[in-house]
């Protein structure tokens, strides 16, 4: 009956309020100034002025008035009604978990009203009822939340929290306040036996109301924040200030602090009293071993139930609560009046220097996004801070046992320092594993390498400098075991018996144990290091730490292989330079294709380390002296690949496999006369000569030319060996991501690298820039087309050029055009000099030609620059040739060719179809070796 009758009196002066209000505007929109007297003089109307001034702001504080005493009854009201929603008069007597429960719907009421009204009433009597409306919610609040706090720690001992049992056992509890009184009996039978159901719902309603408050108390705090808006790629501004507690993870973490306390910083009752002595030391301290007990203990806490729970059990819960205040929120704030005050209250504080209110709904929506994030970040925070409060309540990075000149043993620390990085890196892959958003702020977990290592300068220098010195001591171990530099030839090389010379039968098996890796051990590594170390460098969260291990550590590693693998270079070219045991200049088969495998592997190994260099990112931007010690290693890269062809070609080709007299000796070849004189074929008939392309098929090797094919021929088949044994690993793992071109790199480039040498000698023979071929005659011309075609089919498998004009494809058109039949030659000749000369023109309008102009167009020669002063006569010219297959050569080589072919016989006939050239004729079967 009294609420009742609270309720009529609120409803009365509310009506009154709003009538008076209503009066008041009605008169100030009728009073016009038509209704003032109109004055005579300029005194008068200042003083109409002035009185309708006065007049004007009396009746405005007479609305602010009444609008004051509007809103605070619309207060009362709303307060009347959060009253008898919760059935109580605000004084909770907090004596069992439903009790909470009613205290804490009261207080979560109380806080919406607050955020609804506490930044739109301005009027003296509703601000006062503000204020004492915000300390009844701050004494309710603190009440509930010692209580409820109270409770749940009770509830969790009980459990034996956090044993992986007691952690399951939570986590059931936590499900049934997702689904309600439906889940009550659907969870674990087990959880029956320790808890009957009441005591389950208790203890689900009491982790409800803790995460309730708990909310609702950070909206009001978080509420005159202005909230910016959300931007793609940018993390959310954390809203609460950095003392913020997250109290629910509190009460989960109380436990393990206690236990951490009593195994790790109690003297008496300890892990720490009761360990082992070291065996090498009966005076060695239990505090040796701190770092890795105390990380191990909080890794098993952590991965045996606690974070499950926390992911599982604790986020999904925070989340239904949070919709449930969401869905009350439109109810309690779809007022329109509302509404438009608050927009007139964003406009007032938008031009002042006061924060920016938020609406409820978009404070509750940030901290939903924030709660979910942060959660699992929070709880790491705080198991970082109890390993930090161990380490320094032990004194660990300061305890004569362990640094300083006292210290037994230098590992202790190294142990230490290598615990810390395990353990941090151990936090980053939690945070990251489950949380969509990374942690912001304050809730971000240090890191210990910050707090004990890099902040300690003496002790980071000297770890700097035991870095550098342990990586660069394992580098130069493994690359005494693997690198040729390091051995012995004989060691290295099997006995050459155990090989057929007979370079037509050498085979080269990739699965051989004898045969070279496809990149050595050392660089293998090498990478291995790289990784770790900038694993460790991006471990500090400052720059100057990872700029120092930088260039301390990663700097003098990359130089120590640098020249490591230059030694290996060095020695691997001593190698193929020295002569052969047998006293031949050329190498053993075996030692030779040794060899070439040898520098395919440390070619694969650098080009492997200068990639893994110039993928190096420190928070997506590239490491600019990571990014040049990767440029060094390329450029090396490609002077070991220069270095390896100038000495394989000049030195073992061209001088002991007498490559260098074969070229000496093709201008002779070339100019050779044809003992057996061509005679003028009769009409219709083919000379015996020029079948299958013009090559007699008696036609073999050049002599001189054997051994300088049998070397290639080891060296490509080397390359062939590498690329099937790397083929093999990628099919057997099934998976590229780019690997294979890393395995292949050497043993393409090496022999895109010979193939483009020895095409170039060949092609100087065939251009003959030096003037040494004035005439080429038709069985030389063939003789060294099979030469050419012979040593470019070991190359068969190296990828082609995309306009198809590199050496090779040069060397093949320069040979079959200067290896062309006497009557397909002539036909060439004759067009190419019909389209340069002026007769050309008579004989389209009927101009005959005579036998002396005939042969005097046989005699002449080809001038290039006719078509060069003419661009369309060359463009002609090389579409011509393009269409016969020459179109790799250049105009000028070809007329060069064709001028010094000798003596073309005279054309007395028209050629049938068999005789006109057929470019695409079959020549490799040709071969005969």
């Known amino acids: 009956s009294d609420m009742a009758t609270t309720t009529a009196e609120i409803e009365s002066q509310l009506s009154q309020a709003k009538a008076h209000l209503a009066k008041l505007q009605g008169k100030q929109q009728g009073r016009t100034r038509d209704e003032l007297p109109v004055p005579e003089d300029s005194t008068e109307l200042l003083d109409v002025e002035s009185s309708a001034s006065a007049a004007a702001l009396q009746l405005y504080r007479r609305a602010k008035l009444a609008q004051d005493q509007l809103e605070c009854v619309e207060l009362k009201r709303s307060l009347l009604d959060v009253l008898q929603s919760a059935n109580l008069d605000g004084k909770p007597a907090h004596n069992s978990a439903q009790e909470i429960s009613l205290a804490t719907t009261t207080c979560s009421h109380l806080g919406i009203l607050l955020l609804r009204y ?13 204020a004492a409306l ?160 105390l990380f191990r203990y909080l890794r098993e806490i952590t991965d045996k139930g606690v974070y499950s729970l926390i ?114 890196d151990y936090v980053r892959e939690k945070q990251t594993e489950e949380s969509s958003e990374a942690a912001t702020g304050d809730v971000k977990p240090p890191r210990l390498v910050d707090i004990f290592l890099s902040s300690n300068r003496g002790l980071f220098q000297w770890w700097l400098e035991e870095e550098c010195h342990g990586a660069i001591t394992i580098l130069r171990e493994c690359a005494s075991s693997s690198l040729s530099s390091f051995q012995s030839l004989q060691e290295k090389v099997p006995d050459s018996d155990a090989v057929d010379t007979n370079f037509k039968h050498v085979s080269v098996s990739p699965h051989s144990k004898q045969q070279p890796p496809l990149f050595p051990s050392v660089s293998e590594l090498f990478v291995a290091l790289i990784h770790s170390s900038r694993i460790k460098s991006n471990a500090f969260s400052d720059v100057h730490p990872q700029k120092l291990y930088l260039s301390d550590v990663i700097g003098p590693l990359c130089s120590e292989y640098l020249d490591l693998v230059h030694g290996e270079a060095s020695m691997l070219r001593k190698q193929l330079m020295a002569r052969s045991k047998s006293g031949s200049g050329i190498p053993m088969d075996n030692e030779l294709n040794a060899n070439v495998r040898e520098w ?19 928070n997506g931007v590239k490491e600019e002296m990571l990014e040049r010690v990767g440029l060094s ?36 070849l070339l100019s050779q ?10 009409r219709g008939q083919r000379d015996a000569r020029d079948n299958n392309g013009g090559i007699p098929s008696s036609l073999h090797l050049s002599t001189d030319l054997n051994d300088s094919y049998h070397v290639l021929s080891i060296a490509v088949r080397a390359c062939h060996a590498s690329l099937s044994a790397a083929k093999n690993i990628m099919s057997s793992q099934g998976n590229d991501n780019g690997i294979s071109e890393m395995l292949t790199f ?51 498998s190296t990828p082609a050029t995309h306009d198809g004009t590199g050496p090779l494809d040069r060397v093949a058109a320069a040979s079959r055009l200067m290896s062309l039949s006497s009557t397909q030659l002539q036909q060439l000749k004759q ?12 004989s389209m309008f009927g101009g005959g030609t005579t036998d002396a102009e005939t042969d005097s167009r046989q005699r002449c020669r080809l001038d290039a620059d006719i078509f060069y002063g003419d661009e369309r006569l060359m463009v002609e010219a090389e579409n011509m040739l393009a269409a016969k297959g020459f179109h790799a050569l250049a105009l000028e080589e070809a007329l060069s060719i064709i001028n010094r072919r000798f003596r073309i016989p005279r054309l007395e006939y028209f050629p049938s179809s068999a005789d006109v050239y057929t470019p695409d004729e079959p020549f490799s079967d040709r071969i005969i070796v």
């Not at 790629?233 to 200030?241: E, G, K, N, R, V």
């Not at 890269?637 to 007299?661: L, Y």
């Open 600 to 618: 395919i592997g440390i070619i694969n190994g650098t080009h492997i380390a200068s990639a893994i260099l110039n993928s190096c990112h420190r």
């Open 311 to 424: 992911l599982k059990g604790l986020q999904p819960l925070i989340c239904r609560i949070m919709e449930s205040l969401l869905q009350v929120l439109p109810v309690e704030y779809a007022m329109d009046e509302g509404d438009q005050s608050q927009r007139r209250h964003e406009e007032h504080y938008s031009n002042s220097h006061c924060p920016s209110p938020t609406s409820p709904r978009q404070t509750f929506h940030h901290l939903h996004k924030q709660y979910h994030s942060h959660s699992s970040s929070y709880y790491l925070r705080e198991i970082v801070r109890m390993a930090r409060h161990a380490l320094r309540s032990k004194s660990f990075f300061a305890h004569p046992d362990v640094v300083g000149r006292d210290c037994r043993n230098g590992l202790i620390i190294k142990r230490g320092i290598e615990q810390l990085f395990l353990f941090d």
């Open 746 to 796: 050497g043993a393409l480039i090496i022999e895109d690298a010979l193939s483009k040498s020895i095409s170039q000698k060949l092609l100087d023979i065939a251009i003959d820039p030096q003037g040494m071929t004035p005439e080429i005659h038709l069985a030389g011309a063939q003789q060294f087309r099979y030469d050419a075609m012979s040593i470019a089919s070991l190359f068969s």
């Open 134 to 293: 915000q300390d009844w919610y701050a004494r309710l609040h603190g009440v509930t939340r010692q209580s409820a706090l109270h409770l749940f720690r009770s509830k969790i001992h009980q459990a034996s929290f956090p044993d992986e049992e007691g952690c399951r056992t939570l986590q059931c509890v936590l499900s049934v306040g997702l689904d309600g009184d439906k889940a009550v009996g659907d969870v674990d039978d087990q959880l029956h036996l320790r808890m009957n159901q009441p005591q389950i719902r208790e203890w689900t309603e009491i982790s409800r109301c803790l995460i309730e408050l708990q909310i609702v108390h950070d909206a009001l705090q978080v509420s005159y924040q202005k909230i910016q808006p959300e931007q793609p790629h940018t993390p959310t501004t954390f809203l609460l200030p950095p003392s913020w507690r997250f109290d629910i993870i509190d009460e989960l973490c109380r436990p393990i602090a206690n236990r951490l306390r009593y195994h790790f910083l109690e003297d008496q009752t300890a892990i720490l009293s009761g360990a082992a002595k070291s065996e090498n030391s009966h005076d060695s301290s239990h505090i040796e071993r701190l770092p890795e007990w």
């Open 831 to 842: 067009i190419l000099f019909d389209l340069s000369s002026s007769s050309n023109r008579r």
């Open 633 to 668: 290693m390329e450029r090396m890269r490609d002077a070991m690949v220069d270095d390896f062809v100038s000495t394989f070609i000049e030195t073992v080709v061209m001088e002991r496999a007498k490559f260098a007299s074969y070229t000496m000796r093709s201008p002779f």
């Open 673 to 682: 006369p044809n003992l057996d004189h061509l005679q003028d074929p009769r």
């Open 118 to 130: 506490q930044h739109r009433l301005e009027g003296a009597e509703s601000s006062a009822q503000i």
